[in-house]
């Protein structure tokens, strides 16, 4: 038993030391810091039995951990909803948009009745397939009333398909390519100013050749936004919690992430009951200093392994006048 628990303790000071010189270095870092929350848990059970066994290295090594943990874990307890400016109503704009990675292989009328209700002026959809391009083109564009009239899709019968549909016409959408995966680029322009929002969705980080590509995938793509002077929105499945090590370089770089800005940075979207897995917080809302988080709300994803993600935001033309018009 002793020796179980000597080993247990001396492999989660070797994850959280990796942690700190060199955070998600290898795949098999990234795995353990994506599940930060959980996997530090046993640190808590060892340092009470170190404390009634009076074993004193033990009791140092165990603490250690649960400080660790604790410092990582914290801010998405602590984070409250960002106090709201009285004055921001007077001259801004809000804008509604409904994240959601589809799941390529569900397909469900309560799947497409609750985007439907949710009734955001823009969608963005991950793991956008045929199938889901002719039950969601049906739905939300008939020839008799076409409820999001501005479109555009990249259709792969794999998971990583994306599409964006919006009520407002004079939109822009287009799309970039992000080592071999869309990157679908809404452009709204508000007064006169241009607000850049990405719908993000990068490999996932299972297998050594899909880390390296999801390493440079997220570095092209904090290049790419961080190149561009106006307002920018990153939303989508970015396969991977905020204890990530690119999770830390978005915040670093000046991003904000609206689940925390919102007093829900203990939310989770991932793997909503399809998969027996811990819940985790894959999908995320990351907005520029010039805009302001509002309010953030899950949905149900019904049959999807990830739940949808609803933010508003709002652009206050005075802030963006005050500061200059850049991010």
């Not at 561009?228 to 991977?240: K, Q, S, T």
Request: proline share 3%; glycine share 4%.
């Amino acid at each position: 038993m002793k020796i179980l628990i000597w080993v247990i303790t001396a492999i989660l000071l070797i994850v959280a030391s990796l942690r700190v010189v060199a955070h998600d270095a290898h795949m098999i870092l990234v795995w353990a810091n994506m599940a930060t929350l959980y996997i530090y848990l046993p640190a808590y059970l060892i340092s009470f039995w170190a404390l009634l066994k009076c074993k004193k290295w033990l009791m140092v090594c165990s603490v250690a951990l649960v400080a660790m943990h604790i410092a990582w874990v914290a801010p998405d307890y602590l984070a409250g909803a960002t106090e709201r400016d009285d004055n921001l109503g007077r001259n801004s704009h809000e804008i509604n948009i409904l994240s959601a990675n589809l799941l390529y292989v569900n397909l469900t009328q309560k799947r497409i009745d609750e985007m439907r209700n949710a009734d955001s002026g823009v969608i963005f959809l991950q793991e956008y397939s045929s199938e889901w391009d002719k039950a969601l083109r049906d739905s939300y564009c008939s020839t008799a009333d076409c409820i999001y009239p501005k479109f555009k899709f990249d259709i792969r019968d794999d998971a990583f398909g994306q599409a964006i549909f919006s009520k407002n016409m004079h939109d822009q959408i287009m799309v970039e390519d992000l080592m071999g995966v869309p990157l679908m680029h809404l452009v709204k322009t508000v007064e006169d100013t241009k607000i850049h929002i990405f719908n993000v969705h990068t490999l996932p980080p299972r297998t050594m050749e899909y880390t390296d590509a999801w390493n440079i995938q997220n570095q092209t793509l904090l290049e790419r936004v961080t190149s561009i002077e106006e307002p920018v929105v990153l939303a989508g499945d970015f396969n991977m919690t905020q204890y990530s090590f690119w999770y830390k370089k978005f915040i670093d770089a000046g991003f904000k992430d609206c689940f925390r800005e919102t007093g829900q940075g203990f939310a989770t979207t991932f793997p909503n009951g399809v998969f027996t897995l811990p819940s985790l917080r894959m999908d995320h809302v990351f907005v520029s200093n010039r805009l302001v988080c509002e309010g953030v709300e899950l949905g149900q994803g019904f049959g999807s392994d990830h739940r949808p993600v609803q933010v508003t935001f709002e652009i206050n033309e005075n802030n963006l006048k005050k500061h200059g018009r850049h991010r």
